[in-house]
């Protein structure tokens, strides 16, 4: 049980829940295509997501001082170099 009191839900029923809402919003007549859409946008947003964590990481570990992960130095690098990522990779569509 989550803490509104709902039970919480797997990856599966929350992209079937998704893949619902797609179908009642573009009319797709077929749910298993509007499913299978559904995954396939949830996949590549994991890996954009993925790619843009492994840059980061790759930026912090590079920097001479050693800045060790989990420190508060790490976490504020972290969001900064997060939101350069984003920022230069432009607007999510």
């Given amino acids: 049980m989550s ?3 709902r039970p919480k839900c797997t990856p599966r029923e ?3 829940s998704r893949a619902r809402l797609v179908r009642s919003l573009t009319q ?3 749910f298993q295509v509007a499913l299978c859409d559904a995954r ?3 996949a590549e947003w994991v890996d ?3 790619a843009v964590d492994l840059a980061i990481r790759k930026k912090i570990a590079s ?3 050693g800045v060790v992960e989990g ?3 790490w976490s504020i690098l972290y969001r900064r ?3 350069d990522e984003l920022r230069k990779k432009g607007p999510q569509r």
């Fill in 71 to 73: 420190s508060a130095e």
């Fill in 40 to 42: 396939e946008l949830l």
């Fill in 3 to 5: 803490l509104r009191g």
């Fill in 81 to 83: 170099y997060r939101e």
């Fill in 63 to 65: 920097l001479k001082r």
């Fill in 14 to 16: 929350r992209a079937a």
């Fill in 28 to 30: 797709i007549p077929n």
């Fill in 48 to 50: 954009k997501g993925d």
